[in-house]
């Protein structure tokens, strides 16, 4: 991995005006774009100076926006000028600046994400989102309003990447799963369509795809921990919901 020298003269300081609550509190099984799992959803508060009603004022006009963010998670571990997508199984290396990867040269993240409302609460600005791809706290540091005719080229060319990846997984839930699942009904009344979601895109390594797989897994979303195993290479069982 590529360290960078703190070259002073020629950084640049990004404030963030906003920090994300998301659904997702790991790595593991956040889609890997936007838009791929329509029921998540979370929030961005503003910080500091832009949490201001005028930053926002006709925002509410689109119903969408770009948020800018530092891939936080991720952003101590340096990068690498070829890296693997998984979307190429993950043993073909590509140019990073010819991926989405999360190890860039300077950690930012860009994604579309729906903007359902707005909140102003004395002086917090909260925007209410949904479909985002963000690990919970991610640090934003730009918001822009999404503009269809700029932003949206059906016919651009995507290479590797040029169809949407097709959810190729069943998901059941066992009976402790259903339990589980009423007992948490009030609280979160998406859950089992977040779990659907989440899992048919198969977070697991590119490696594993396609392959019998015993393994019992475990992802985090909320406050929850879900189990889940492949029954076979198409269906999965989520087993048990943990509060
Ligand atoms: N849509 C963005 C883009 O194109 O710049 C992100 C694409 S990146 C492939 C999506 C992955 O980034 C997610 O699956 C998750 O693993 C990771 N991720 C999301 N938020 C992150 C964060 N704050 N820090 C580190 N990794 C993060």
Redesign the pocket.
């Known amino acids: 991995m590529v360290k960078e020298s703190n070259n002073k003269s020629n950084s640049i300081t990004l404030n963030p005006i906003g920090i ?1 609550s ?1 659904p ?1 509190k790991e ?8 838009g791929l799992v329509s029921t998540a959803k979370g929030t961005v508060r503003l910080l500091g100076a832009v949490s201001n009603i005028d930053s926002v004022r006709e925002l509410q006009q689109f119903s969408h926006i770009w948020l800018l ?7 101590n571990q340096g990068w690498k000028p070829l890296v693997r997508p ?1 979307r190429l199984g993950g043993n073909k290396k590509i140019g990073v600046l010819a ?4 190890f860039r040269p300077n ?6 994400v729906k903007l359902d409302e707005i909140e102003i609460c004395e002086q917090d600005v909260i925007l209410h989102i949904s479909g985002m ?7 934003i540091v730009d918001i822009k309003p999404y503009v269809p005719y700029s932003d949206s080229l059906p016919n651009a060319c995507a290479g590797f990447a040029q169809t949407q990846p097709k959810p190729n997984l069943t998901v059941k839930f066992s009976e402790q799963a259903q339990q589980n699942l009423t007992k948490l009904e009030s609280e979160f009344p998406e859950l089992a369509l977040l779990i659907e979601q989440v899992l048919a895109q198969d977070p697991r390594p590119a490696y594993k795809q396609n392959k019998i797989d015993e393994k019992i897994y475990g992802m985090n979303l909320y406050n929850l921990n879900i189990q889940w195993k492949m029954l076979d290479i198409e269906n999965i069982e989520v087993i048990n919901i943990i509060d």
């Open positions: 994300v998301s997702y790595k593991f099984a956040i889609p890997r774009q936007p963010f530092v891939f936080h998670g991720t952003q998984p991926t989405r990867s999360t950690p930012i993240g860009m994604s579309v791809d963000l690990l919970d706290e991610t640090p």
